[in-house]
């Protein structure tokens, strides 16, 4: 019997789903390139193509200073209001000294310059983000900020600390709660509370507590009901298409510069550290549930279909604060998330927020949630939620509104406008979600991709149209003296329109691809939203270097694979199947779980791969019988195969070739598949040395 490639599907697959979920094991520290001084010139820009921002990028950055309400400065000071104490140190370091969080890369924002590469908004944000160390919110509520994307809220119960999330990873969880034990004594964790199923909430938990008490009833894991199905499922069967678009969406190959990465709407970044999950023992299914939790009394409101498939938020009426999770903080979120993932509920997200202002709202001296900074006072309380349910409720109804006019999902960002009276308002400003992606996302919902016009029904691959365009305009030579033309006039988008045509034409035309991308980082420099900006800015980098190389990431992490349901995992190797290899070639496996007491039954027709739960074939080619626990142990690579068969911990009937015929039929997918022509490289190095392009891979919101 031979089993030698059988371990290989399961790393492989592994490799996949740890890319999209985790951090890898590299540096945050690769970015060295921050601006070296007050005056901010081109010199300074990491990339020697780089351009820096033009008349009339300059002009639009005017026009903005001009017309913001930056007289309402109301966020710098709650954002600083409680403040306790800031640590001596600015990176936070894993055991074997690698650091995984570096907020001191950002201190260029400190200097009190304006930056004219940063839309002024955005630089707003990007600055009030720069908020770090312990903070008062309340009597018995203090958070712990700037040491990841999120906050940790440490609540004083009868006999401990009740967390709500913990953060993303187990370094900068263990430094934030060490930090506040400093400065508040020392107090064991009693409960911790996940609001949802994003990493950057749960990933830290290891770092807070030991599982050995949660199993023994010391300490209380509570999350909304579901937790565990969506914590992991969400991002596996597309993750390595999502891990690609994050490198734009998150700009995680940009170094940190005026120029390039500033911020990421809900903080600076993401920690890189390790990532664990403790699977809750409490679940929360109720809409509305109250739980008295080491003597504090909270009501939990369940928020499912908003800012992720689970959430809830959770008022304290003894301390009239109020948390809302991720779903109100101070920003517009994603109603699409430019990585990739299904659109979200822009109405229930609405709704929801309405619930918790007229169930909480009304009485709440204190809000706070798991990014940015709290609001006190009830009449703040009030206008923060009201102005955040009503962009989320303005933008659904007016989108659907213009689309039953026949405004179709490719036009509605160039007419969907936010009202004026939110405009004025900084809490409904669309730092992570931008009006554009979220106003497409809202039509994308209810009518799909499709704006029935029948040639979009089937369009042509652009890089077969693209040539018969360049042709008709007379080739390369006109369209990139029109470019030069239109990006002198500050007209960039009708450039790169141009532009783009002639790159999908040809692809080795680099001056071609050097202009798009000067038109790429105008417009990258004009954006309020991170996700805009950091795309367009790495588009433009790519098109004038090509795709960055650096380290994938390595790291395994026993927790999520844990928390992987079989069946999700025999779904992605459906996905990973090349239907090619697979033409003509048929079989029956059964795989039979008995610590779990689940059976699959997986069948290869017609070149494709199904499994169903609960059955089993009675003539099956395979029947392979393993403890999960085991199982986890060869998807880990841990274990292989062999291993496990000697041990006597997985028993095989019927023709074992089956699982190595499986492995040559499934595809290895790249994680830097090309996204603009002519950038992908042969070869790739680590640029580390150089300035530093090691990304790690992260997905959440
Ligand atoms: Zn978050």
Redesign the pocket.
Known sequence: MKFTNTNSVFKSLLTLFLMVLLFSQLSCSNQNTESSGDDLSVADHFDPKGKAPSKHTLAIWENWKKTLPFEDKRDYEEAQKGFIAAPDFRQIKNAEGRVIWDIGRYDFLLKEQDYQTIHPSLQRIATLNMGYGLFKVTDGIYQVRGFD??NMTLIEGKTGWILY?VLTTKETAAAALKFANEQLGERPVTAVIY??T????FGGVRGVINEEDVIAGKVKVIAPAGFMDFAVSENVIAGNAMNRRLFYQYGVLLPVSPYGHVDQA??KNVSSGSLGLIAPTISISKPIEELVVDGVKMIFQNTPNT?APVEMNTYIPEKKALWMA?NV?ATIHNIYTLRGALVRDALTWSKKISEALYMFGEEADVMFA??HWPRWGNERVQEVLRAQRDTYGHIHNTVLNLANQGVTVNEVHNVYEVPASLQKQWSARSYHGSVEHNSRAIINRYLGYWDANPLTLIPMPERESAPLFVEMMGGAGPIIEKGKELFEEGKYKPAAELLNKLVFAEPQNQEAKDLLADCYEQIGYQQESTSVRNSFLAGAYELRNGIPGGEMPKSVTPDIIRAMSTETWLDFLGVKLNSKKAEGITFKMNIITPDNNEKFLVELSNSTLSNLKGFTAKNADLTLTLNRSDLNMAMMGVKSFEDLLKEGKAKVEGNPQILAQLVGMLDEFDPRFEILPGTKKEKYQSQSADGGFDAPAYI??
């Open positions: 994307l999120s999330d609001s949802h994003h990493a950057d909430h809900l903080s800012e991720e903080t798991s990014h959440e919101d």
